[in-house]
């Protein structure tokens, strides 16, 4: 395999001891554009340091074909650069760092999984798949950008990227990144493209050893949840998350969750790492959890109905129980919804219950695993309080199946 020059881009300011974070674009993108408002989330945790694709951002233009293991090649190349040569020496393998990545970001995270297992810490792949859709669709595509430009996939990709409504919450954002395709170069946007056909790992993600958790988007066209479900199958251990909403871009389109996913990959990061933590970071921190389990929804509706007399108590919610007990490291988020489904059956407290179900569902939880919490709480709770959250589940699996 050949290492790839890669161009990075500091996302955060460099403050010693604080670990690095190695961040990767999507397809038609900047780093800057898809994770500057996860890496500002993110500040207090991790170093971020983004890595741009040939033409892309601040990328310069290629006209040598690569594959998607090349770009991973180049990433451990310029991590290793970054260190220094004695560094790199005195570690052997180079030091550890943290890895996140959206679309091809994530494909070559899986590449360097695969490759270089020892040298990541944990990963955080989003929006992706072991093989990302066809290779006749992936050379049309690329034939379509060399005859016409990167213009002539824009309208499509904005259909394609965005979950609905997203556009019209943050046109901002959604103009930044639809900018960075639209100057990206062809020809080197035609070889990721390329790239992409060539790219197949699912006969090796059960040879993957390091902490992952994947993330899909209930909205993703481009990589539905589906793929990222094989993910989650093939590699031991790995965790899904699934996100309400989203389209193929999570980390702008809910960078609150993305960032709180990736920070749960740092368990010292809650555990107490000689740093003190601060009231307002621990509310931050809450609120990300809170965010990402409960929904933006109703987290939106909460903070709208806030009003002076309950203003502290929303605070204190969100510092003690989300930013306290929820960003612990002792329990996964599937655990701690178990738990917390099983404690709001026994005090019948049905709408927060409504709630946990579906935050349950976000933390991986399948349908027959909450059936089960349900019925074992029969047992321990009662029969006419598993009853009515047998009720409550079935309300809310309606509602989103139909959509609500």
């Known amino acids: 395999m050949t290492a790839l020059p890669l161009t990075m881009v500091p996302l955060t300011a460099a403050v010693p001891g604080r670990p690095l974070l190695v961040v990767g674009p999507s397809l038609g993108t900047s780093c800057a554009a898809l994770w500057g408002a996860c890496a500002a989330l993110l500040a207090d945790d991790f170093e971020v340091v983004g890595w741009e ?24 190349a310029a991590v290793d650069a970054r260190a220094g040569a004695q560094r790199v020496a005195a570690d052997l ?28 810490a944990a990963a ?27 213009w002539a996939v824009v309208e499509a990709s904005s259909r394609r990227w965005f979950g609905p409504g997203f556009l019209e919450r943050r046109p901002e954002a959604g103009a930044r990144l639809l900018d960075a395709l639209r100057h990206a170069d062809a020809e080197s946007y035609a070889l990721a493209c390329e790239a992409l056909a060539a790219f197949d790992v699912r006969a090796g993600l059960g040879r993957i050893d390091t902490p992952l958790t994947v993330i899909a988007g209930t909205e993703d066209q481009a990589t539905p949840v589906s793929g990222l479900e094989e993910i989650a199958r093939g590699v031991p251990g790995a965790r899904l998350r699934v996100l309400e909403g989203v389209g193929h871009l999570a980390p702008i389109e809910a960078p609150e969750a993305v960032a709180a996913a990736v920070r749960a990959t740092r368990p010292e990061a809650t555990a107490g790492d000689g740093r003190e933590r601060t009231v307002a970071g621990v509310e931050a921190a809450g609120m990300a959890v809170r965010r990402a389990v409960a929904g933006d929804a109703w987290v939106d509706r909460a903070v709208a109905a806030t009003t002076e007399l309950t203003g502290d108590f929303q605070r204190f919610i969100t510092q003690y129980a989300w930013g306290g007990v929820w960003t612990r490291p002792g329990l996964d988020r599937r655990s701690r919804s178990m738990i917390t489904i099983t404690a709001l059956i026994a005090r019948g407290h049905h709408e927060e219950l409504a709630m946990h179900i579906r935050g349950g569902l976000t933390n991986g939880l399948t349908r027959d695993e909450i059936k089960e919490v349900l019925i074992q709480s029969a047992i321990y709770c009662g029969v006419p309080d598993a009853n009515a959250a047998f009720r409550v589940a079935q309300r809310v699996f309606d509602e989103i199946d139909h959509g609500a």
């Open 53 to 76: 694709l040939p033409g892309h951002g601040q990328g310069p233009a290629t006209t040598a074909a690569f594959r998607v293991e090349d770009l991973a090649e180049g990433v451990i």
């Open 93 to 120: 393998t180079g030091p550890a760092f943290y890895y996140a990545g959206d679309s091809i970001g994530a494909a070559v995270g899986l590449a360097l999984l695969l490759a270089h297992g020892e040298r990541v």
């Open 124 to 150: 955080t792949l989003a929006c992706t798949g072991a093989r990302i859709g066809t290779p006749e669709g992936w050379h049309d595509r690329a034939a379509t950008v060399r005859a016409q430009g990167t």
